[in-house]
Structure formats: C-alpha cells, structure tokens
C-alpha cells in the first residue's frame, strides 16, 4: 500500500477527529492498524509486513483498511483528485481477487475449487474460527492473506470436513510441513479419495507413511526422507499401479540385486513390466519368475528362443504370464528400455 500522511510533524500525530468521532465506534484491531498506518507514514507499506507488525493476518489488515475508507479516514490514492484532503493517509486500494487467483493456480480438480470463499460469512462462523485458530496453531504461524484463502477455500468450497482439515494441520506440523500450498495438494489428494473423517485419513496417512520409509529402508537410504521425485514414483507405485508394499519392496530388492545401488527408476520400470503382465501379488511374481526361468532353459536348446507348440515351457496349459514367452522378451532389456524409451541399451556389466 501507498499513502501520504498528511499529519506528519516528525512524530505520530492522531486527528482530534479520528478519537472524537471515529475511534469508539471502531474495532479494536481497525485502530491498530490505522494507528501503524499513521507511524510509517511516507513509507510504502505492505499488508504482510502490517500483519507480522500487528500479529494478525493480512485478510484483518485489508477488512481494516476497507473500514476506514469506507468511514472516510482513509482516502484511496487512486481515486483521490489532486490536492485533496483528508484527516488520515492516503492508501492504495487492495487490489481485488489477486489473491483468491494466486490460491486458485494451477488447482483444476474441481470447478469448487476455483471459487473464492464468502469470508463474510466465515466470520461468524465458530466452527470455521476455532479451525482457524488450532490450525495457526499447529503451523506455528499467523496465516498470510494468501494461506487464509486457500485455508477458506478447502473448507468452504471444497467442503472438506472440519475434522479432517484439523488433522491435516497436526500431520503437516509432524512431518515439518508449514507451507500451505504443501497443505493444499494433501488435502486435494485426500478429498479425491472421498475421506470425510478423521479415522479415514490417519489410516490412510499412517499406510503411506508406512510404505515411504519400508522402500527407503530397502534402498538403504533410511537415514533421510525421499525427496518430491522419490514420492511420486513411491504414491504411482502404492497408488495409481495398486501394488501392495510387499510386491514394491521385492522391486526394490531386485533392483540393488541387479544394479547393486538404489535406483527408483529402475524399480519403476520393474513394476511396469509387472503390471503389464498382470502381476498382483508375490505368488504373481514367483509364478512368473518360473515362466522366465523356463524360457532362459529353452534358448540353450532352441537358438530362437521359441518352442512352437501350444503348450507352455512346463508342458501345462497356458497361463496369463505366457505372454512374455511368446514375445520372445529379454526381461532386463526391457527394463532399460522404459528407463529410457528415447533409445537406451541394456549397460553390460
């Protein structure tokens, strides 16, 4: 915000008017920050360094100024003629919506969650104000303009239960979390699941948690936690492959088995040969695991690689996993491959 103090006399002058006519009718909070207004008068003032001055959020520093103008103690620079006067600084004029667009970015997962939350109505809203308070709380923070609009948002237009966004403040303050746009994605992953209770998203929470540090830990890196990329391929592997842990960590172990150091890439391109073929479970993989040891048998007799009968390797029926027999697929070629579909050989030890 810009403004002029015309009232400046080297010290903080307050209009006779202001206490006579304006202050008894004002919330408290408004006379703090038309007060601190007044101190840096012929400064360029933001909302955020209001807000840390004051220990409020910016949305109290922003109601305050609209107070005012409204009031006519305040005069909007922009709209003011030349020379006028008044009994207070001038303000630039918040600018409208900035805000509810920057919280809004890059979020297309509901036409809900483009909206810009009604904060006239969270103001009386007690369940809304005591969230607000222990979510503050829990980030070790007082919310910017910013994280007070997502926070609205997830609650008020996303219509995530009070419950769960509680939890979701406790979980983010124990992984060491403060950001809001952080908070956001988690809460947006966890609406999609359709959880509407606390219980649902703790067990969620607490198998994700689970199921990060097994897969560090079979790569050895249990000493730190996986990085943004890490996680994505660890949330596609228990999540969009719906593979369960036990099936990962086997990836994982064959990957150090094969490559002798951690590689998620590698893993991945593991599990998607896995999930091509089928495979579920670890009984899935072993019977697979015999399909491939069969055919490696038949190429020392068959040159090709092929049998030319109907019947498998083992002299059975034909399973879901024959396929990769019947291609003929060399399994850690294949691997390579999806590390690098762009062209990249198998590396020879």
């Known amino acids: 915000m810009k403004f002029t103090d015309q009232l400046s006399a080297g010290v903080t002058v307050v209009s006779n008017r202001f206490i006579d006519e304006c202050m008894a009718g004002a919330d408290g909070n408004f006379v703090k920050v038309y007060l601190y207004l007044l101190r840096h008068g012929g400064e360029d003032v933001t909302c955020a360094s209001a807000a840390d001055a004051l220990e409020c959020t910016e949305a109290d520093v922003r109601r305050a ?3 005012w103008v409204k009031e006519g103690v305040l005069c909007p620079w922009e709209s003011g003629l030349p020379g006028q006067k008044s ?8 600018a409208e919506g900035t805000a509810e667009r920057d919280a809004a970015a890059g979020r297309n997962r509901a036409d809900a969650a483009k909206k810009q939350p009604d904060m006239t109505k969270l103001v009386g809203n007690q369940e809304y104000q005591d969230l607000l308070y222990v979510a503050q709380r829990y980030m070790k923070k007082t919310f910017s303009h910013t994280d007070h609009m997502i926070f609205a948002n997830l609650y008020q237009n996303i219509g995530i239960p009070a419950e769960v966004l509680e939890y979701l403040m406790e979980y983010c303050a124990q992984s060491g979390h403060s950001s809001m746009r952080y908070a956001e994605k988690i809460a947006l992953d966890w609406n999609d699941r359709g959880f509407r209770t606390r219980a649902e998203a703790e067990n969620y929470s607490a198998n994700y948690s689970k199921g990060m540090f097994a897969v560090m830990k079979a790569f050895g890196l249990n000493d730190r936690r996986p990085a943004t990329a890490e996680k994505q391929f660890i949330d596609r592997w228990l999540g969009e492959y719906g593979f369960p842990l036990e099936v990962v ?5 064959r990957t150090i088995a094969r490559i002798h150091k951690p590689s998620f890439t590698y893993a991945d391109g593991i599990l998607k040969i896995w999930r091509g073929s089928g495979v579920k479970t670890l009984d899935d993989v072993r019977t697979q ?3 491939r040891a069969a055919q490696e048998s038949l190429k020392g007799k068959n040159t090709d690689g092929r049998t030319g009968a109907d019947k498998n390797a083992h002299g059975r029926a034909r399973t879901r996993f024959d396929n990769f027999e019947s291609h003929g697929y060399d399994y850690e070629d294949l691997v ?3 590390m690098d579909p762009a062209g990249g050989k198998r590396k020879k030890d």
Do not use: I, K, N
Not at 87 to 94: L, N
Not at 249 to 253: I, N, R, S, V
């Open 336 to 338: 390579w491959e999806l």
């Open 289 to 291: 695991d015999e399909v």
């Open 87 to 94: 009994d207070g600084p001038q303000v630039e004029a918040p």
């Open 65 to 67: 100024t609209a107070y």
């Open 249 to 253: 960590l086997e990836a994982c172990d």
